[in-house]
């Protein structure tokens, strides 16, 4: 099958009409077993080469009269690496972080990957002599939810941060207010679910107010939900000076916006997963920046259907083969290699037992759907990723949730962990490529393995999260 390489987007097929059925959509998502994350932090703080590259460009950037990029400018915030033990010591500071981890019926956490995360900005606090007052939600609860109390999470936050943390059964009101009063430079109070308040999620002032009288500073290191503007989130930076991003925060934000804005080129932006609509923004703002877009997934079969191929009863959106055409016709005109699998893995039903062939792109037979890229693609997409100083991976190439059809998605894990050796800044923007990357044990070597499924999607299409936005805006330097 010949490679499309060496061609500066995919070649367009001439569009003949045909029929295809339409695929089941419902991939069952199936509980993947998950090593030890990697959490990617360069000791406490988050890379600080990386995030010092960033900041310069940032700033040159900022200063410069070039047409500004979506969502960069707003985005370098103050980072609580900022404050020092001259701002730090004695004071109050309320910390907004992501301790949403999973629970088994036991209230044993199954994977505290979150808890991990919030540690470098809490220690950073707590050694410089604040107090710290923290806050998270857990689960989705309605009303005060037992189940969702951050209860159980006491013991392992204590034994990862080296102190006793103590425990609050409310996070507004007079019990609270008279524990704060009670702590000691180093301590750490856990609030009690923000989210037993429903005044947190509609960001009621108010509420807020409660919450920032407890402390003196804000850092939010909530990435998960900082594409949300609750009380917690957003409301409480109106009433607290200074509020600065935390370090998990800060990562972030400089991989998943500064490293993409200004990326080492040649850039490679990987897009997969099971539906073009709810990638397109992620690909329009990708090919704004990206040298080469590599597409897999269910995706594919929209832009196949669009270029006049049969697809049999591979997923595809009737309604989106003008966009594929669109998007082609984009990455053209920008010079972008737009690389879409030249061969597939095709299965006569979606089922991880199912009957499997390789086809070319060109040859899915009636009746059967494509479930992953093949072995020929898998050639192409490395040898373009050989080439590249940055690659950004969002989605999978396939069904990976299948044994069967995960040997694309690992072969892309396999390969960037691979560059990653070589010096190239590799990014896992979330969701299920972060669940692959783990399936292969390869997470520890990624320059960056994103905390938060939606927000990192939304800073991806380019667009400004209301919890980053709340944030002070880092001090400008001559550079
Ligand atoms: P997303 O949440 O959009 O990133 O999509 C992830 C899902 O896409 C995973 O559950 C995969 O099983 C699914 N997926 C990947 N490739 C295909 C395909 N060829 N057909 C159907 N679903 C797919």
């Not at 108010?206 to 503007?229: C, M, P, Q």
Request: proline content about 5%; hydrophobic content about 45%; charged content about 25%.
């Amino acid at each position: 099958m010949a490679s499309t390489a060496a061609s500066p987007a995919f070649c367009a097929i001439p569009k003949i009409s045909t029929t295809t059925n339409r695929a089941s959509t419902s991939a069952t998502r199936l509980l993947l077993k998950t090593p030890l994350r990697s959490l990617g932090f360069a000791g406490a703080a988050a890379d600080p080469i990386l995030a010092h590259h960033v900041a310069t460009k940032l700033r040159s950037f900022k200063s410069s009269s070039a047409k500004p990029l979506r969502g960069v400018a707003s985005m370098a915030k103050k980072s609580v690496g900022d404050l020092t033990a001259a701002d730090l010591k004695g004071k109050k500071v309320f910390v907004r972080a992501d301790l949403n981890v999973p629970l088994d019926d036991n209230q044993n956490i199954t994977d505290d990957t979150r808890i991990r995360a919030a540690v470098p900005t809490i220690k950073h606090l707590i050694s410089n002599g604040a107090k710290v007052i923290l806050s998270s939600h857990l689960g989705r609860p309605k009303g005060v939810t037992p189940k969702f109390s951050l209860g159980p999470l006491v013991p392992r936050l204590s034994q990862l941060l080296g102190v006793s943390v103590v425990k609050a059964d409310d996070c507004i009101g007079p019990e609270v207010e008279k524990l704060v009063t009670s702590l000691s430079e180093g301590d750490v109070l856990l609030l009690e679910n923000v989210r037993f308040y429903k005044e947190e999620e509609k960001n009621d002032p108010e509420f807020a107010k409660k919450l920032a009288s407890l402390a003196d500073i804000y850092v939010n290191d909530a990435f998960g939900t900082a594409h949300r503007a609750h009380a917690s989130t957003e409301g409480v930076t109106k009433f607290l000076k200074p509020s600065v991003a935390g370090f998990l925060l800060q990562k972030e934000l400089d991989y998943l916006v500064g490293a993409i804005s200004n990326p080492k080129r040649p850039f490679a932006a990987i897009v997969g997963g099971s539906k073009v609509s709810s990638k397109i923004g992620v690909i329009e703002s990708l090919l704004e920046k990206c040298d080469i877009l590599l597409l897999g997934g269910g995706m594919i079969f929209t832009f196949y259907k669009a270029q006049g191929l049969s697809v049999g009863s591979s997923l595809v959106e009737e309604d989106k083969l003008d966009l594929a055409t669109t998007l082609i016709e984009k990455a053209k005109a920008k010079g972008v290699s737009l690389l879409l699998p030249s061969d597939v893995v095709v299965a006569d039903k979606f089922a991880p037992d199912a009957d499997s062939k390789i086809v070319p792109a060109s040859g899915i037979p009636d009746g059967w759907m494509g479930l992953d890229i093949g072995p020929d693609s898998i050639k192409t997409f490395n040898d373009a990723l050989e080439t590249t100083k940055t690659v950004i991976w969002n989605g999978p190439m396939g069904v990976f949730e299948f044994d069967k059809f995960a040997v694309g998605t690992e072969a892309v894990a396999k390969k960037l962990a691979e560059l990653s050796g070589k010096g190239v800044t590799t990014i896992i923007g979330g969701g299920d490529s972060v669940a692959a990357v783990e399936k292969v044990g390869v997470a520890d070597v990624m320059s960056h393995i994103s905390t938060g499924g939606g927000a990192s999607l939304e800073l991806l299409e380019g667009k400004e999260l209301p919890g980053v936005l709340a944030l002070e805006e880092a001090v400008p330097v001559a550079v």
